[in-house]
T-cell receptor
């Protein structure tokens, strides 16, 4: 099993809908989790990080962490066409500055 | 505060050549990590430098090397280029001393090997 998996995608939702992006990880000892957004032709930019079980909200974005089930998800409420991008889940593995990324989920928001 | 900068932005090389990419981190950041991004493999960690020392290393062959200077700027070198080295090379900087810290990515260098 890969360390970080993002299996669903590509994902297409209509404008205004909730987009749900999922990520599973294999290392039970993982403490923190990052969601990055990458527009086509651009570099990744951090959206949120989470390290406690439960939900963390920031504007239209909510990160959810379930350590028992080893998954972390990102919900985007009121999706906008400008949210169309690839979303990458990342987990620090080994030392802090080594991030292991999932393959990403490409989200398309239809106007 | 200026962000992470990378030069050059685009590069075309032929097989067998070598290439050097440069990364200037955010002011005050001492850690620079390098990643390779390809459509097939996604984002993969190459190595990390902190205070001029390689602190972490990914699973890449010895043709990939790097270094960091006293001003925290970093370079990575790829020798004997192969077609499969065509990729977007990203560097990310962070303080390097704080747990759960954020890495900030530069715009990347897109390398095409012919």
């Amino acid at each position: 099993q890969k360390e970080v998996e993002q299996n669903s995608g590509p994902l297409s939702v209509p404008e205004g809908a909730i987009a749900s992006l999922n990520c599973t990880y294999s290392d039970r000892g993982s403490q923190s989790f990052f969601w990055y957004r990458q527009y086509s032709g651009k570099s990744p930019e951090l959206i949120m990080f989470i390290y406690s079980n439960g939900d963390k909200e920031d504007g239209r974005f909510t990160a959810q962490l379930n350590k028992a089930s080893q998954y972390v998800s990102l919900l985007i409420r009121d999706s906008q066409p400008s949210d169309s991008a690839t979303y990458l889940c990342a987990v620090p593995t080994g030392a802090n500055s080594k991030l292991t990324f999932g393959k990403g989920i490409t989200l398309s928001v239809r106007p | 505060k200026a962000g992470v900068t990378q030069t050059p932005r685009y590069l075309i090389k032929t097989r067998g050549q070598q290439v050097t990419l440069s990364c200037s981190p955010i002011s005050g950041h001492r850690s620079v990590s390098w990643y390779q991004q390809t459509p097939g493999q996604g984002l993969q960690f190459l190595f990390e430098y902190f205070s001029e020392t390689q602190r972490n290393k990914g699973n890449f062959p010895g043709r990939f090397s790097g270094r960091q200077f006293s001003n925290s700027r970093s370079e990575m070198n790829v020798s004997t280029l192969e077609l499969g080295d065509s990729a977007l090379y990203l560097c990310a900087s962070s303080l390097g001393t704080v747990k759960l810290e954020t890495q900030y990515f530069g715009p990347g260098t897109r390398l095409l090997v012919l």
